[in-house]
């Protein structure tokens, strides 16, 4: 049986998920924009996946755009504030997903925008005395602050209410990357200084290629897609009705067992760290797994060694999946710009393992039995 420890990159689907589209398939055939009852229906099903996730989120129906990723989400929110929105600065971090990190480079790029990034400490918290110091500096037209909710490689989480009152306190919008932890952490919108936030469903147990944005009803954007009049003239284009359905299938799910998830996910990964640290004491972790840190990644370094260079693929033919560092767009292993931001000298060899709620600890102990085995790690002290 293989193991699959890489639930950060995406995760199965649910079965009660996959359900729900199948039958949304044989039932909403018709296009949302029609307006005989096929249409209707259609409509009916999206306006009602949009009311869970607005639940969800303690956010208004009117704040929620389905998209068809979390990459489209980011890429709407930083372009589109920009150009509607007034926004002549960018701050944000080296450590965000390529997806936000390579969109302000483009604006920086592109544009007369000042692109600021605030400096992180070693396990790639926000120095939020830097935020401030940012924050109060003279600068023209209004201000984007654009930070992740959890890092997708090593965990590290901020705080989303101090930097939303941080920002609110100086006028700036403030976009939180949350593609990570919609789900798994409560997030309630009504509550917080947050402007735009976004979703992705393949992390939380839902299909690939749909997504939402959160855009505050204060702030408005132009359309991103021009086209029809979908998604309220914000991106045309025939609604993904099935993919919709199962984002909101799965969310659902997500929120009503987010804490027995967590609890479970919690209990695996400080049994693997415990395992892993009682077999291979002179490995070490990013981030601040003990920390402010998403639950369900482990970034684990492994001393230089020639055995270490071939762990994941190594790991991959004993029929294990992790990722190196992060899941790579290009399918080669070009290094992390996250560790090569907060760890610049490392030769370490990192390895990020992620885990789930249907994650098991006999999974834990065949991985930790074939890293000893791939690593050479004394077979008497391997009694597992
Ligand atoms: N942001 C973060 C933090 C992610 O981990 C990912 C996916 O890896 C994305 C954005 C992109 O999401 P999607 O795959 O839906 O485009």
Redesign the pocket.
Known sequence: MRVYFDN???TPILEEVAEAMTRSMRENFGNPSSIHREGRTARAAVEQARKVVARCLGASIGEIFFT???????NMVLKNAVRDLGVRRIISSPI?????LHTVQRIGKDTDVQVQQVQLNEQGHVDVTHLEALLSEESEGKTLVSL?????EIGTMIDLEEIGNLCFAHGAYFHS????TIGYFPIDLSKLNVNFI?G????FYGP??V?FVYINSDNILEPYLDGGAQERNMRGGTENIYGIVGLAKALELATEEMDVRRQRITEIRDYFKEQLLDRMPEVTFNGDPDGRSHYKVLSVDFPPSEKADLILFNLDIAGISVSGG??CSSGIDTGSHVIAALQPDSDRHTVRFSFSHLNTTQEVDQVIRKLCEILSVEQEQTTI
């Open positions: 950060a990159a995406t068809s990723c979390g990459t489209e989400s980011n965000e997903h390529h997806c936000v992740m909710h959890a890092n997708n990357d949350t593609v990570q976004s992705s469903a393949h992390k690939k290629g997504g992060s899941a």
